[in-house]
């Protein structure tokens, strides 16, 4: 048995990988990866595999960053971990204050955990301990889009729409309740995506006057729902939403763990919403709770946040230690992944990165019209920023799978969900760079259409 396979074995037999059915792998073999390399991974074949995903929409500058892992190595001479209850670092001060100024100091509280999941938890408790020590015990219930997803934590499921993740622990779980998603697939003819959202907005607006008194916040991911299929929508649904929250007091929650940290064009998918962070206010006000993950840290470690405002810090400000926000982690605000996370930011502010985006976005939205716009298999080619989309019709059974492999055939790191395969790559794809993923992708759909046509 070579080292390889030996790898491989041990890891079949002792790691229980996530999302995964574990039988699938008897004929899906797991691959080895053993370096990475800017926009590149390395398995132990020396196989060079395009991440298109950016291992699950984390890593934003590349694996090895030369300038994160300097920064990591500074960071590890000084100081590793320290609580953050009773004890305070420079990084994290720093990463709160940068992360404050990024809104423009609307959201100037932030508080640290490790995963999104996580994130989401944080700001539901907030939420409705918020309206507790406010007055108001009775706002308890979450209100979510259709298709919603949030994470896969008993708490978090509660806002979560997506039945395979839903549905298998719905006896744990405390569902909140849903209203439509103005997905821009189902504008009908002679309808705007602007105009289909407001329709949306309107049976929002009909829930929350029905139930507003016993709902304390309403959750979104801007722009884009990501594990439902990349559903994209039109920003004047969540203009709408922002208002309705204010008229019948319920928070808002802007989950942008997937969209946050330049993915949707702008760094806070916000900014899309109510306006540059650093001009001046508009009527549309900034959401109550703010969520980050993934990309924050570059894709170097675990690390998530949720940002809020004053009022909502104020509310817990007291001598009783009941009316504390009573929430914890024990690497919560760790060094080493704030430190990670200032080096992220300092590459955006250093490098022009939401400029040469709009750039790329662009060179990526056409070498996949090319590639795709006519092909009959693909519907609804979309893109927000650097994240594109497209679903397959009748997509044949073990199709996403079939995919996913052909493309590590083709040199690409793509995961479709379900029938639809989307693009989340690195910020430092060049041209020929993005010529290869789309390549890469066509030749990939072609064979997984093509083995089932077999």
Request: net charge negative; proline share 5%; with cysteine.
């Amino acid at each position: 048995m070579s080292r390889t396979e030996d790898l491989l074995a041990r890891s079949l037999a002792a790691v229980w990988h996530p999302c995964t059915q574990m039988k699938t792998h008897e004929t899906l073999p797991l691959v080895p990866i053993v370096r990475g390399e800017g926009a590149w991974l390395i398995d132990a074949q020396g196989r060079r595999l395009m991440d298109g995903i950016s291992s699950w929409w984390v890593n934003l500058f590349g694996h090895c960053n030369p300038r994160i892992n300097a920064a990591l190595r500074a960071q590890l001479e000084t100081l590793e971990h320290a609580m953050l209850a009773g004890f305070t670092h420079a990084p994290v001060v720093e990463l709160s204050e940068r992360l404050a100024a990024l809104t423009g100091h609307r959201l100037g509280h932030a508080f640290y955990a490790s995963d999104g999941a996580s994130a989401t938890e944080i700001a539901l408790k907030m939420s409705v301990h918020y309206w507790r020590n406010a007055g108001h015990p009775g706002k308890t219930r979450f209100l979510s889009l259709a298709g919603s997803y949030h994470g896969e934590t008993v708490g978090a499921l509660a806002v979560t729409d997506v039945p395979v993740f839903r549905d298998a622990y719905a006896p744990l779980v405390r569902a909140g309740d849903t209203v439509p998603c103005p997905d821009t697939r189902r504008v009908r003819e002679g309808e705007t995506p602007a105009e289909l959202a407001h329709h949306a907005a309107d049976l929002l607006e009909a829930h929350l006057e029905a139930h507003h008194e016993g709902i304390a916040a309403l959750i979104v991911e801007p722009l884009v729902q990501g594990a439902a299929g990349m559903v994209m929508y039109d920003a004047e649904y969540l203009r709408r939403a922002r208002a309705l929250c204010q008229r019948y007091r319920v928070h808002l929650i802007a989950d942008e763990i997937a969209v946050g940290c330049g993915r949707s064009g702008t760094f806070f998918a916000w900014e899309q919403v109510a306006g540059p962070a650093e001009g001046p206010d508009t009527e549309v006000g900034w959401p109550d709770f703010l969520c980050l993950s993934k990309g924050i840290s570059g894709g170097y470690l675990p690390l998530s946040l949720v940002l809020t405002r004053d009022e909502i810090y104020r509310a817990f400000y007291d001598d009783r230690s009941t009316r504390a926000f009573l929430h914890s982690h024990s690497y919560t605000g760790n060094p080493l992944a704030c430190r990670a996370a200032l080096a992220t930011l300092d590459i955006f502010a250093e490098d022009g990165v939401i400029e040469a985006n709009r750039s790329r976005a662009r060179l990526l939205g056409e070498a996949l019209a090319q590639r795709f716009g006519s092909q009959a298999a693909v519907r609804h080619l979309r893109q927000t920023g650097m994240i594109a989309a497209f679903d397959v019709a009748e997509a044949p059974s073990g199709f996403a799978h079939r995919f996913f492999a052909a493309g590590l055939e083709h040199g690409v790191l793509l995961r479709p969900i379900g029938n639809t395969v989307y693009f989340m790559p690195p910020y430092i794809l060049d041209e020929a760079d993005i010529a290869h993923l789309a390549d890469g992708a066509a030749a990939a759909l072609a064979e997984a259409l093509h083995r089932e046509a077999a």
